[in-house]
């Protein structure tokens, strides 16, 4: 038996990136513990990808320190990303659900049973022997979430998963991220769509140029932000 | 004319001495593309997947490679594997298997520099995604040959075309024996240089002929799966 290895809680302790001379994140410190879900709003280029990134370990800090679970090993044992065109492997949709079991060390003999709960779950069981790529894009999006929850996460990053989706694909996405929230996993969701955050969120980190500038309750947010830079993008002004 | 008619009676008779022949080389060259595969295509990925110093320098190697001459290739094997040579004592020289290592050696160039170009533009789409799966480095070069077996079967299929349309390496390590190591492309040079038109042109016409059949169902095959897997 394995001991029971947690990556809750994520901690940035005075993390900063830089690519070149562009700083990505700037002194960032924050805590995600589990709870109800996190959500990272923000223009673009304010950096909440590069934070889900480090969250997932994809990238690593320039400056500062992270842990996970209090350990410093990046290895994602208990969380899975999803990004925001997320890409499908040249295999069935059923294929890819079980390439992300297999590669969580799911025992090999419960894999197929496994797939078909997950692909279930996000329903997709009708397309099950699909080509992945064939797809469209919000049952690519929900195939990459049945992918990302057979990892078996405490902690579940969604970088802006809905971007490119229509309502109805976004219902289904959201649907999904609500159900994953209820059953105790952690999500944390990058988004700039503030209809969502309504929907969705229980909190909100706001980002601006590489740093947090508020993180409140997100009826808090939408009602009363308290910076004046969180107002702007919530009445819908343009924040740059 | 009259060559050309003699030609595809020598064919469509099934002469026995040139199906012979036919049934050698393709034996010969597919046996050539499987063992060269076998080293091409990991030798490819790695080198698409890893960095240490000096890498650039294997990759333009690899690259120059892909063009070497049948001839020196068959000279280098003849001289490893000749009475004297480092490999001697095997006793292969002038038999297939001897021809066999000449055109793997041919065509693992070919086959290593195609997958490595292949496998380095996929992992740049897949590396995030496998990545955060935890996908180790075994796993990725897996996981990258499979999903690239489409492009990949068309490395293979130049080698093959490589390895087909040969003459040089064969006729040096092969000797060009009558009934044993006489393939299509040396039978081709030899009738050739008799004055055997008609069996030269048959040869040449069968060989044309199996090349476009290989390179037709290859790509029935990739059509199909492509509709199975996208």
Same mark, same amino acid.
């Given at each position: 038996m394995? +001991? ?38 923000? !223009?673009?280029?304010a ?12 990238a ?5 320190? @992270? ?40 025992p ?10 997950l ?9 099950? @022997?699909?080509?992945?790529?064939? &797809? ?24 802006? !998963? ?5 309502p109805? +694909?976004?219902? #289904? ?6 159900? +994953?929230?209820?059953? $105790?996993?952690?999500?944390? @969701?990058? #988004?700039?769509? &503030? $209809? ?32 004046p830079?969180a +107002? ?9 | ?12 008779s ?28 990991? &030798? ?81 789409e ?74 030269? &042109? ?29």
């Open positions: 394995r +001991a029971p290895i947690t990556d809750l809680p994520v901690m940035f302790d005075s993390v900063t990136v830089r690519a070149g001379a562009t700083t990505i994140i700037d002194r960032l410190t924050l805590t995600l513990a589990s709870g109800s879900p996190t959500f990272v709003v923000g !223009p673009n280029g950096g909440k990808s590069t934070l889900l990134r480090l969250c997932m370990g994809l690593r800090p320039t400056e500062g320190q @992270m842990t996970w679970g209090g350990r410093t090993d990046p290895k994602p044992t208990r969380r899975a990303l999803v990004f925001q065109r997320p890409v499908m492997l040249r295999r069935t949709a059923s294929a890819n659900v079980a390439y992300g079991l297999t590669h969580a060390d799911y090999r003999e419960k894999v197929a049973a496994r797939t078909v709960e692909l279930e779950r996000v329903g997709l069981s009708e397309l099950a @022997m699909r080509p992945a790529r064939r &797809l469209s894009g919000g049952e690519q999006q929900r195939l990459a979430l049945a992918r990302a929850l057979a990892r078996d996460p405490e902690l579940l990053l969604l970088d802006e !998963p809905t971007a490119s989706l229509d109805a +694909a976004t219902r #289904s996405v959201e649907e999904i991220v609500r159900a +994953a929230a209820q059953s $105790g996993i952690k999500i944390v @969701m990058a #988004s700039h769509d &503030l $209809g969502q955050v309504r929907r969705l969120a229980g909190e909100v980190v706001f980002m601006l140029r590489g740093a947090v500038l508020e993180r409140t309750l997100a009826d808090d947010f939408l009602k009363n932000p308290s910076t830079e +107002a702007a993008f919530v009445r819908g002004d343009l924040v740059v | 004319m009259l060559d050309g008619l003699n030609a595809w009676q020598l064919i469509s099934g002469d026995a001495a040139l199906f012979a022949i036919v049934k050698l080389s393709l034996a010969v060259s597919l046996s050539a593309v499987v063992l060269a595969a076998c080293i091409g295509l990991p &030798l490819g990925a790695i080198l698409a997947l890893t960095s240490f110093p000096g890498r650039s320098a294997v990759v333009v190697l690899v690259n120059a490679f892909m063009g070497l001459p049948p001839v020196v290739v068959g000279l280098a094997v003849f001289l490893l594997l000749s009475r004297s040579g480092p490999l001697g004592d095997l006793g292969i020289l002038f038999t297939p298997t001897a021809m066999i290592v000449a055109q793997a050696l041919l065509i693992v160039p070919i086959i290593a520099a195609l997958t490595r170009q292949t496998i380095e533009d996929l992992w740049i897949y590396r995030d995604e496998l990545s955060a799966m935890d996908v180790g480095p075994f796993g990725r070069v897996t996981t990258l040959l499979w999903d690239a077996r489409l492009s990949l079967l068309t490395a293979l299929l130049a080698g093959f075309g490589r390895a087909a349309a040969e003459v040089g390496a064969v006729m040096i390590v092969g000797g060009n024996i009558d009934g044993f190591t006489r393939t299509m492309t040396t039978a081709i040079a030899l009738e050739t240089s008799k004055g055997n038109l008609p069996l030269a &042109l048959g040869l040449g016409i069968v060989l044309v002929a199996i090349v476009l059949a290989i390179n037709a169902a290859a790509w029935g095959a990739r059509v199909w799966s492509e509709r199975q897997a996208g």
